[in-house]
């Protein structure tokens, strides 16, 4: 992990790094060299293409901004499996 990329995760609010961490060890399983991110109020997925992600969005439309981003609020992630969410991660990342 570089330098930056540590000091970010270093910094990410108590509220937020539950989901970060459980997101990002569930990543790393599929794909060790992806880059994951925060935002105020969960995590972003870019440059998605519609249909890439597994049945993710089929179950949850709710995350899908149209924009080729995958949003998932830390309100949303309880209802989000690991299966699913490895799922997503495999489809996305496996470009």
Do not use: C
């Not at 997101?23 to 995590?43: C, F, S, Y």
């Not at 709710?62 to 699913?84: H, M, V, Y």
């Amino acid at each position: 992990m570089r330098g930056d990329a540590a000091a970010y995760i270093a910094a990410i609010d108590n509220d937020q790094r539950p989901l970060f961490d459980r997101v990002r060890r569930l990543i790393m399983e599929v794909q060790p060299d992806a880059d994951v991110g925060v935002w105020k109020h969960g995590l972003s997925f870019y440059g998605r293409e519609h249909g890439q992600d597994s049945a993710l969005v089929a179950e949850h439309p709710q995350l899908d901004n149209g924009k080729g981003t995958l949003r998932l609020p830390i309100t949303e992630a309880a209802r989000i499996s690991d299966d699913e969410l490895r799922a997503f991660a495999g489809a996305v990342l496996s470009e």
